[in-house]
């Protein structure tokens, strides 16, 4: 059986060589007699793992001894609560953007938790835009500065990160090691795994350490970022056998030139699918050109029954997941990382053939 062309937004596609390698090592893990999956998060072999996925994770993106990088569970749901929790002190305020559907989520938990203020919002624009900071005035006594740098489902992105007073905090989940960033912008950075890291179950949180030190003293113990800080993620039971797979994601990153190389061919990738958008009366892009995503592409055809069709004959064709989201409908083009150009290219001519049976 090949292997499908995987659009998905989330668990999503992964390098081929890393799920090989992972297939070739799961019953007896480099000759220790059981499956890393089965290694105590403890015992040698897994501290090799645990420590090479910090490693690579710094190295990648240039991360300094001020920061630390932690594993955590619960998916980036949880830092939506966590990051309120943990850095918003009473009698302070916390500024967010609303940019779209996962920015209003973590909007939701900050509100449940406290003050909070909705700095701008864009969220129901169309085209799908990010706010600008032109357009913002940060609040005066503000614990941090939220943003969602990727918009997963209306594919919008930051392209450039703004310059803010307060801590700047981004949920990276849909674009996480996508391209270079100077991590020194940011307090905090999390992203769960299940799109460029590796499968579900290992959230990544990148915390400035003297921010690891603002919790209130009520806040449990297991919710604290310097409890997983200060036990190098070690507190309780990491998923091991995710973080496993991210070591392999990240290694394989680094033998493949890195994020800027990656950058590069996920800006090609991209640009050929918005061309052909462009091209075209017959589709039309969802998003406002200067912030279009590079992970996820949205676009719309001239009706829902023809969007049906699409992704109707495009599934028949080996091309997966390519319906939008629920929210929103439409066609959306998940292509993180590790999606190869060729599935672009395959795309790219399916859409010509499409609309010259249907235009
Ligand atoms: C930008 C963004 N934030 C948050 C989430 C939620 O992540 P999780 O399901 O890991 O909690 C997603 C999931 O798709 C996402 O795309």
Redesign the pocket.
């Known amino acids: 059986m090949s292997r499908a062309y995987n659009f998905f ?2 668990p999503a596609t992964l390098p081929l060589e890393v799920l090989e390698e992972a297939q070739a090592h799961l019953t007896d893990y480099q000759g220790i007699g059981y499956s890393i999956m089965e290694a105590s998060h403890r015992g040698k072999a897994y501290d090799a793992v645990h420590s090479e996925a910090i490693a690579n994770t710094k190295e990648l993106l240039g991360i300094g001894d001020d920061y630390s990088v932690i594993f955590m569970t619960g ?4 830092q939506f609560a966590l990051v309120p929790m943990n850095l918003r002190a009473p009698g302070q305020t916390a500024d967010y953007t609303n940019s779209g559907a ?1 920015a209003a989520k973590a909007i939701k938990e900050a509100q449940i938790l406290g003050d909070t203020t909705v700095v701008a919002d864009t969220g129901k624009d169309l085209p799908a835009r990010m706010p600008k900071m032109s357009e913002i005035s940060e609040s005066a006594n503000s614990a941090y500065f939220h943003i ?1 740098s ?3 489902i209306s594919g919008t992105r930051w392209t450039e990160f703004p310059d803010t007073k307060a801590p700047l905090v981004a ?1 990276m ?2 674009e996480i090691l996508s391209r270079p960033i100077d991590v020194g912008k940011f307090g905090l950075i999390y992203a ?1 795994a ?1 799109k460029n890291l590796g499968p ?1 179950g290992v ?1 990544l949180v990148i915390i400035r350490n003297d921010l690891a030190e603002r919790a209130p003293a009520t806040l449990p113990t297991i919710m604290r970022y310097a409890t997983h800080v200060s036990k190098n993620s070690l507190f309780n039971t990491p998923p091991t056998f995710p973080i496993y797979i991210l070591m392999l994601v990240t290694r394989w990153l680094k033998n493949n030139g890195g994020l800027a190389a990656v950058a590069q061919e996920n800006e090609a990738k991209a640009g050929k699918l918005y061309a052909a958008i462009d091209a075209s009366d017959f589709y039309r892009g969802t998003a406002a050109v200067e912030d279009r995503s590079v992970m996820n592409v949205t676009w719309r055809l001239p009706s829902e029954e023809l969007e049906a069709k699409f992704v109707a004959e495009a599934t028949a064709a080996n091309m997966v997941g390519l319906k939008g989201h629920r929210s929103v409908g439409g066609i959306r083009a998940s292509i993180y990382n590790s999606f190869p150009a060729e599935g672009v290219d395959a795309l790219v001519q399916f859409m010509s053939d499409f609309e010259a049976a249907n235009g």
């Open positions: 937004a989330g998916g980036a749901s949880m996962w969602t990727n918009e997963t949920d989940s849909s769960g299940q579900s959230t």
